[in-house]
């Protein structure tokens, strides 16, 4: 990367005063490194390690996509942005535009568009690593494409809208490994600093053995867009495709799959079935629900209450919360006693001035991109593909569960043959009728 001042460029990304570390040290000791990698935990750096030039791909050059884009080349020395590719172009011309601002310009010949867009970039061989960031409904089939390109991956969650997909990944995730090619993918929490020292501490018994938990995101409605003039059948829904399932697989996984991952991770386990509920109210475009109800079974007597919400003008909050025999923690910074007592909290950095931050030294959306760097680095391999579409499938079991009404396991929910959208992917007119859910109707799990 040249003609480029970084310090304005962190600005412009609004990532200022994270800072590059060309040594990517470790923020804690030998032993602690040792405590991380033991537990299976992502390292907390402060930038990610000199080496090898990687050059990266970007597929899916939205809003998510561009960002994804500027985490990465923002995480250590070296990184490149090389080539686009997307099914519009308008989506194409914007992100090369926003990088050419930075002094970093993405050579035009190496930006493809359409459906088939993805498999042409993955065939450049100058590229490392490939950043998905399409709806989720493709992610499927691009990781498998990059995988057989021998390319490293950092994907968006959730990794596939329906168990077919979930049952891709997994294979490809096995495949990668095989070769030794690296994947990271945007579970952000386990890439956070506090997350991850308040998880360490329950690993070693401060809340006692795990009794039951909650987990919520309940928010206002996100975007949508309504339907322009000249758009066909498959543009609108991609270009809204937040709005319909088998794009994105509903917010219970576009969303609060994060929180549903968090609980799984602490839990150190999946759920074994799901009972639900949900309904519509308030949206204006697409097939989806306002609201899922869940109770998520563990086994073993333990459950978890997993709530999500979008609708305008209601009480908002995101977390989790789990509780032990002993104690219980709000998963992110801060353990009670059962009398509510805090026994411990996370020290967030202190200002110039000396007061507590509450925000960690570097967002985790960069170090999950220094963790991809560093591993490809440094060969401490890492593959979280499997982990995040197990936690995909529970979003997925919970989603199912509330559509239907029914009681579902995760055997069922994991061999079932669901596959959302329609047969072929191309512009024109889609054969498919959308409807909303409706529970204790006859579906097919």
């Avoid at 561009?66 to 194409?92: H, M, R």
């Avoid at 996984?253 to 519509?280: Q, S």
């Avoid at 104690?327 to 000396?354: A, H, Q, R």
């Amino acid at each position: 990367m040249k003609n480029i001042d970084r310090r304005k460029f962190l600005e412009n990304a609004t990532l200022a005063g994270i800072g590059i570390a060309g040594a990517g040290a470790l923020i804690s000791s030998c032993k602690r490194k040792s405590e991380q990698k033991d537990l299976g935990l992502a390292p907390v750096l402060n930038g990610a390690p000199k080496g090898k030039k990687l050059k990266a791909g970007l597929v899916g050059a939205g809003a998510r996509g561009t960002g994804a884009a500027i985490n990465f080349i923002s995480s250590g020395p070296d990184l490149e942005i090389i080539a686009l590719a997307d099914v519009f172009q308008d989506k194409i011309d914007a992100c090369r535009e926003r990088f050419a601002s930075f002094s970093l310009p993405i050579p035009v010949e190496n930006c493809f568009v359409g459906f088939e867009a993805y498999k042409k970039l993955m065939a450049i061989t100058d590229i490392d690593v490939v950043i998905l960031a399409t709806p989720p409904k493709f992610r499927p089939e691009h990781f498998l494409e990059a995988v057989k390109n021998n390319k490293h991956v950092f994907m968006e969650k959730p990794v596939a809208v329906d168990p077919v997909g979930i049952r891709s990944v997994i294979t490809t995730a096995r495949k990668a490994q095989a070769i030794g090619l690296c994947v990271v993918t945007g579970t952000q929490r386990r890439h956070q600093e506090d997350y991850i020292e308040t998880y360490k501490r329950v690993a070693s018994g401060a809340i006692g053995r795990i009794t039951s938990a909650k987990a919520f995101w309940n928010q206002d409605h996100v975007w949508f867009r309504t339907r322009e003039k000249g758009w066909n059948d498959m543009e609108y829904m991609i270009r809204n495709w937040n709005n319909f399932c088998w794009l994105c697989g509903d917010h219970i996984l576009d969303t609060h799959v994060h929180n549903i991952d968090v609980i799984n991770w602490f839990v150190g386990n999946h759920p074994e079935r799901a009972i639900g509920y949900g309904g519509r109210h308030r949206r204006v475009t697409g097939d989806q629900y306002d609201f899922f109800s869940v109770d998520f079974d563990y086994g073993n007597g333990i459950s978890s209450h997993s709530m999500c919400r979008q609708i305008d003008g209601c009480a908002n909050a995101t977390g989790e919360l789990v509780m032990g025999t002993e104690g219980y923690t709000n998963c992110m910074n801060t353990i009670w006693d059962l009398d509510g007592k805090v026994i411990w909290s996370f020290e967030y950095p202190k200002d110039e001035n000396g007061n507590a931050t509450n925000s960690i030294k570097i967002p985790a959306y960069v170090q999950e991109h220094m963790h991809l760097v560093y591993a490809i680095r440094t060969g401490n391999y890492v593959n979280e593909a499997e982990q995040t579409a197990i936690s995909t499938l529970t979003a997925i079991m919970g989603r199912t569960a509330a559509y239907t009404g029914r009681l579902i396991t995760w055997d069922e929910i994991f061999k079932s043959d669901m596959e959302l959208g329609p047969k072929k992917l191309e512009f024109g007119p889609v054969d498919m009728i959308f409807e909303t859910p409706v529970p204790g109707t006859p579906v097919e799990v």
